[in-house]
């Protein structure tokens, strides 16, 4: 899924627990599952040759910044004080993308990184139509802000 999801569901699990032993796991976990539904994003194309590197890194730094954007607007915005387990909450919701970006962009990857990376892969199912794979994470979204 695309950033802005992984991250706002990271966030929102952070915002609900109590302890970083807690959600960094579950933000990371929640990473899996979401993956694992049908959907669109920067890196759809990008095995099968149909989208460049050059375009999904262009797409990504769009991502990265609704992200930010959007974890912002969700929870640091109406808080008196800066949400640091948020942040922290939605990083760990990246994480196996983060894992996964020198291999993607630089066919380089941490022998010790190898596993992980397979096991994110396994569980990736990219659907190259952009409004079927955009309508879960809009749905994901929207109950996040409800839930929040
Ligand atoms: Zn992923």
Not at 6 to 9: L, V
């Given at each position: 899924m695309l950033s802005v999801a992984?991250?706002?569901?990271g966030a929102l699990i952070a915002s609900k627990l109590p302890h970083p032993a807690l959600y960094i796991p579950l933000a990371i976990g929640a990473h899996y599952l979401e993956d694992w539904t049908p959907h669109w994003d920067v890196g759809t194309g990008l095995t099968n040759g149909t989208r460049t590197k050059r375009?999904?890194?262009i797409l990504e730094i769009f991502?990265?910044?609704l992200t930010i954007g959007v974890i912002y607007f969700f929870w640091q915005n109406s808080a008196a004080t800066w949400q640091t387990h948020i942040w922290v909450g939605a990083l760990a919701g990246l994480t196996p993308d983060l894992i996964a970006t020198p291999k993607?962009?630089?066919n380089w990857q941490l022998s010790i990184l190898e596993p992980f990376n397979a096991f994110h892969e396994s569980f990736h199912h990219s659907i190259p139509k952009i409004a079927m794979g955009l309508l879960p994470q809009i749905i994901l979204l929207v109950?996040?802000?409800f839930l929040r």
């Open positions: 992984h991250a706002a569901t375009t999904a890194f991502d990265l910044i993607i962009f630089l109950v996040i802000w």
